[in-house]
């Protein structure tokens, strides 16, 4: 059985391949081959260095926007929200003969005026969706919403441990090999069950269970465990959304038609936050910063999810795509340290490495895709 990331991987290979012009069966060759080009490998590692840069630096300024003058969490979601839903307005202007939502064929067609029965069978691709992969698409850009902000609130818990959070919210990856392995019978590894333990011992460790008591009282020896608890929702729910992309994977819906609802939907649910905002700022005036910096993680999550898109499409190399963009969190690490002087513990940091480490290993590990 295919993983679930491999599979999506699969789909995007071979839609790149139909969009250049060539045929879904040659298209699937460089994914069999022996040997792929390296043109492609490095096109996989390109865009997923730069969806690992995007991430990262979207879920830092998450969590320093935390430490703005003014600050109010509604305005800062608000404009988090709104940026993405920008994006997918611009997607939207871009094919709005097309709708918000449209399968792949009906993309192909409008872009080719090649029959459609020289490249697709018929009989297997769908031309119409039904309402469930319409709202399957629209709760899994709720998800992803909700998921940023847990995040903000878990890195406003222990703001000195923002890198390790990010490991606990970036093992949304593990679920859904799990929760895949249990409803598609796309079975894990034995690799892959090792990396589930890592990742558990990871979250042990970063609570501080195994520190000695500290002498100090009020003194925190591991990472908060509020800060833990919104960090598990915002996986859970980043987790939710990468789920219900494999469950519209097989409807038929365009990968653009999805991302764009997504990006709607949450500019949508901007709307209400933005209204109930402090805009005057409670006991200081609102910075600047605190206006574009919102905006710009929006930007930064929509062009980050374009650039995973990209490297699913390059070539038969998902699990390394996933293992570059799935370790986002050391570039927030890296952020903190270096900007705000936010250094973690020691428990935290060795927790973090093994949760990595995890969800590194959890795409290495995948099953390869069999030979047809």
């Not at 029965?117 to 709720?142: I, M, Q, R, Y």
Request: some cysteine; charged content about 10%; aromatic content about 8%.
């Amino acid at each position: 059985m295919l993983s679930p990331l491999r599979s999506l991987g699969r789909k995007a290979i071979i839609d790149s391949g139909v969009k250049s012009g060539t045929s879904p069966a040659k298209a699937e060759v460089s994914e069999k081959g022996p040997v792929a080009k390296k043109s492609e490998l490095w096109s996989a590692v390109g865009w997923s260095t730069l969806a690992f840069l995007g991430f990262g630096v979207q879920n830092f300024i998450i969590g320093y926007t935390n430490e703005l003058p003014g600050e109010d969490f509604k305005r800062t979601i608000g404009f988090l929200w709104f940026g993405t839903g920008l994006c997918g307005l611009a997607t939207y202007a871009s094919n709005m003969q097309l709708g918000v939502f449209y399968t792949d064929a009906a993309a192909r067609s409008a872009t080719t005026s090649l029959s459609r029965s020289l490249l697709f069978d018929e009989a297997s691709t769908p031309t119409k969706l039904s309402w469930f992969p319409k709202l399957v698409t629209l709760g899994g850009g709720v998800a992803a919403g909700c998921a940023q902000l847990f995040m903000k609130a878990s890195f406003s818990e222990d703001p000195a441990a923002q890198g390790p959070l990010c490991s606990v919210v970036c093992a949304d990856v593990i679920l859904v090999s799990v929760l895949c392995h249990f409803v598609y019978d796309e079975r894990l590894t034995l690799g892959q069950w090792l990396s589930v333990l890592l990742v558990f011992g990871g979250l042990v460790i970063m609570a501080g269970l195994f520190d000695p008591t500290s002498v100090e009282p009020g003194v925190q020896s591991g990472v908060s465990l509020m800060g833990i608890a919104y960090a598990i929702l915002a996986m859970l729910c980043f987790g939710g959304s990468i789920f219900s992309a494999r469950v519209v994977d097989s409807s038929g819906m365009a990968g653009v038609s999805a991302s764009q609802a997504r990006c709607l939907v949450l500019g949508a649910a901007s709307t209400p936050l933005l209204l109930a905002a402090h805009w005057e700022g409670r006991s200081m005036p609102v910075s600047m910063p605190g206006l574009w910096l919102p905006l710009l993680c929006g930007l930064l999550q929509a062009g980050s999810v374009f650039a995973v898109s990209q490297a699913l499409a390059s070539g038969p190399y998902t699990s390394i795509s996933i293992a570059i963009f799935g370790s986002n969190s050391l570039v927030v690490l890296g952020l903190a340290a270096l900007i705000s002087g936010q250094i973690p513990s020691i428990s935290a940091s060795i927790g973090m490495a093994l949760t990595a480490l995890g969800c590194v290993t959890v795409a290495l590990t995948a099953e390869q895709p069999p030979a047809q």
